[in-house]
């Protein structure tokens, strides 16, 4: 089964400074990745997805991925911070057999002015 | 084009009784997911529907069950609610099953059960 990490449950970073948000995952293929990001009393927004076409995923509002097959990580970053950034953030990988999404435990981003 | 509602955004329930949640898949789609997002953790995968026919669940018991109807929209029932079903339980669409199909989120139900 897959299934995913993420480092930090809580990252705090000065308003304009660099945003990294740590994704190892397991998987015996392949995988299908995905960051969303959850604001409060809200729902997942996707922010960017890693389908094998190109290893640096952009997304929305500036934030990217790179994907590391040596590595097993799909870090994403964002070069300079902003207070709208302040959200949770969840890594996850698809199953084989389809959609059916496996979600790490998130971090949540403060960002201070 | 109008997104993935749920209904309702919060409910309070005492232990033993039943609930349904209500979703509104996107306009477009044919998949609909569950997911129950206890506090401090991420999202956990209840099962998913396609086309009407369930199509893959998560380890959840028996008393959780669904149903899709023919437009697309979907419930979600919980039977003999225990104190541990308190969490956010979000419905999710995409257009189709495939693995790198995108889910598009509701703002789910906040569940409490007390």
Redesign the interface.
């Known amino acids: 089964a897959q299934s995913v990490t993420q480092l930090g449950s809580h990252v705090s970073v000065s308003e304009g400074a660099l945003v990294l948000l740590r994704c190892n995952y397991s998987s015996s293929v392949p995988p299908y990745l995905f960051w969303y990001v959850q604001y409060p009393n809200q729902g997942l927004q996707l922010l960017l997805k890693y389908t094998s076409a190109a290893t640096l995923v952009k997304g929305i509002n500036g934030f990217e991925a790179e994907f590391k097959k040596s590595e097993t990580s799909f870090h994403l970053t964002k070069p300079s911070a902003h207070m709208s950034d302040a959200a949770e953030y969840f890594c996850a990988v698809s199953e084989i057999d389809g959609n059916k999404l496996v979600f790490g435990a998130g971090t949540i981003l403060r960002v201070k002015s | 084009e109008t997104g ?1 509602t749920q209904s309702p955004t919060h409910l309070i329930k005492t232990r033993g009784q039943q609930v349904t949640l209500r979703c509104s898949s996107q306009s477009g789609h044919n ?1 609909v ?1 569950w ?1 129950q997002q206890a506090l401090g ?5 209840i099962f ?1 529907y396609y086309r009407e026919e369930e ?2 669940r ?1 380890n959840f018991p028996p008393r959780f069950s669904g149903l899709q109807f023919p437009n697309y929209s979907s419930e979600l029932n919980v039977n003999a609610l225990e104190l541990d079903d308190s969490a956010l339980y ?1 419905c ?1 669409s ?1 257009p189709d ?12 139900t906040r569940l409490t059960v007390t």
């Open positions: 993935v998949t997911s997911y953790q991420g999202p956990q995968f998913q199509n893959g998560g979000l999710a995409s099953s495939l693995s790198n199909s995108p889910l598009h989120f509701g703002n789910g």
